[in-house]
């Protein structure tokens, strides 16, 4: 459904434009329908950046992105591109700076029926607005009609999911959609996610949480510094770490019922069997990538 | 908090349905318990309206000699007489009219390319903003007195509107600058990236995200390009490049002083000119204030 073939994102930085950021490194990556792909990295790896040029707010310096078919570049129109976040829309890292501070925080909303169903009649409006917001379990009367500043993040960034929600959706870009939100709803968002994957949703599903990231997806997807570390079927990846920086990503996470010094010895102990990473050329912009098992992928070392 | 909720003029919970149309009568509600904002509007209005209506009273030219010569203010002559027996109430309604009229007319085209340029410039980035901003700093460092010196001088009709609209292409770039300064930092907000998302249009965009985020900034801009205007104006009038017919409230002051009305002792002359056009941009200015706290939630909740 969505592909990235070469993905490549470079920003032009400092006073003339002469220097040279490179934020997205030739990713490669598929996310079929029913699909959840988690794309784990630290800050600054180009996740988000990643995210955006899926939702055609940047375009990539070079490389492909289609969905179903097109290429997203193509779509220039104003109209074309309406019709492509008609079916693919994100959520995004901030809920606070997502509202106008001015408006009311449920003209996202509204936005989203004068945009795309100005013929819904309103009290077919209504019911659609409020069995969204049910999905996402906020109460209506709560949160309809106040000011951003009144409502609290994690009520926000539901008001978020529930905007992509009234639209009919088949992709949506979850850009560390859970990152406001307490534990329990947050268990919530994510039986949400699950169950938009039941009804065949793509979702690219950004985070920097190790945890949240094997709980829902199927794929997932190691950035570094703009380049895949490493790439595969969610439990392998989890299970048989072979990049040195996913194995010391997961070290990382920390564990009920062990300190970090059992954590650390354990690494020792269980070194897999060395695979040789691929080695980065100086001036080759590619990143290539090893396979290791089926579907399971391991980029360059970048130190 | 409540006070937003019976603002809108409802009960919570029984107003889910779309927030936008109720926003303007929720507005109206604070203007009119705003105290700024009613003095600033009162006063501003007063003058429009003394502008407007006070020259259809006057029954002779502003600049017609009718009574005796340097007379203070009575009965017959409410502003007294100058120097060569001009009314003086004449020239200053004439006057206020002409002011008003210099800028609006003046800041309002130096408000439309600033703005338009700023917000261009700022929200499309990239070659958009170089060249944009180019064309901004030439006009920026031309000399703007001495270019509208040189073409007002080799206009032949001179009157108002000309005088107005020269001041205007000549003041907008410190406009467009500030507000593209605005425009560039509110233009990489999320919500402005949802908006996007939401299908709408690039102007859409800008007048109701971007621009609304602004509105007192906005506000302020023109009143500075308005009172900016009338300050020029003054100085042109005063090298004798001025409207030939008119009169206006800098023509009244240049005179008063070429005439040594303050040696004199001829204050009716020179006060009310200066007088008005403080209290206009005095006025205007506690009206910017108010439409601020007015126009953002977050400032009136305090």
Redesign the interface.
Known sequence: MLELSHVHKVYRVGAFGGGRKRAVRDVDLTVRPGEVVSLIGESGSGKSTLGKMVLGLTRPTSGRITFEGTDISTIKSFRAKKEYHRRVQGVFQDPFSCFNPIFKADRVLTMIRSSYFPDVSDADWRDRVVSSLRTVRLDPDNVLGKYPHQLSGGQLQRLLIARALLLDIRMLVADEVISMLDASTRIDVLNLLADLKERGLGILFVTHDLSLGTYVSDTTVILRKGAVAEMGPTREVFDDPRHPYSRHLLSCVPQLHRSWAEVDAQLAAEEPEPVRLPTLVEGDDSAPMVEVGEGHFVGADQG | ?SN??GA?GAT??S??????ER?GSEALHFARRNPKLLIGLTLVLGFLLLGIIGPLFVDHGPNQYVGPQSRPPSGEYWLGTTTFGQDVWAQFVYGIRSTFLIGILGGGVAFLIGTAIGFLAGYRGGIVDEVLNMLTNVVLVLPALVVLIIAVAYLDARGLVVQAVFIGLTTWPWAARAVRAQALSLAT???V?????????TWRIITT?IA??MSSYLVMSFILLFGGAVLTAAGLDFIGLGPTDGVSLGLMLENAVAWSALQLGLWWWFVPPGLAITVIVGSMYILNVGLDEV????LREL
């Open positions: 908090m937003i909720a809108s919570p919970g107003a889910p349905g779309p927030s936008g926003r907000r999320e919500y990236d949802l908006a996007r998302l939401s299908g709408r249009r995200e609304p985020n126009f953002n939630p977050k």
